[in-house]
């Protein structure tokens, strides 16, 4: 192990040795702070999520491509207990004092979160306006 993180933007004491490779694991390591650790185990594991749900959730997949990021929490503290995990859709820049959130699916693991996020994004995508409804029952909107 080195004496310092080798993450280029940080200076802090390395604390553990880490497998950074994509195809296997002993093709390179690097030293890593606590917190450079946390961070890097986090993009692996929320990069591997967006890599398998490119082709299960075409909704998701739009979304992060063209308005925003996604984040994926479990809610402990959630009085119901039989929906801990959270699938939260951001519009705007990974900035989460700028970003607005868009909509979120909850379910009883990561994947059922998922797929209550990636229905949230279709029924939005397919939602009309209140007014758009309004006028369409009044024979005022298109096509009438």
């Known amino acids: 192990m080195k004496q310092f993180c080798e993450n280029e933007f940080c200076d802090t004491p390395g604390a553990k040795v880490v497998s950074v490779s994509v195809r296997e694991a002993s093709d390179q390591k690097r030293t890593l ?5 946390e961070v890097f185990s986090w993009g692996v594991q929320h990069g591997t999520m967006v890599a398998q749900a490119k082709p299960v959730l075409p909704h998701v997949d739009s979304f992060l491509k063209k ?78």
């Open 33 to 37: 702070c606590a917190t450079c650790e």
């Open 67 to 144: 308005e925003g990021f996604v984040i994926l929490a479990r809610n402990d503290h959630d009085p119901s207990a039989h929906s801990p995990f959270e699938a939260w859709a951001y519009r705007g820049p990974l900035d989460l004092q700028a970003a607005a959130p868009v909509t979120f699916g909850v379910g009883t693991s990561i994947r059922d979160a998922l797929d209550a996020l990636e229905t949230q994004l279709h029924n939005a995508r397919h939602h009309t306006s209140p007014t758009a409804d309004a006028e369409r029952q009044l024979g005022r909107g298109h096509g009438s």
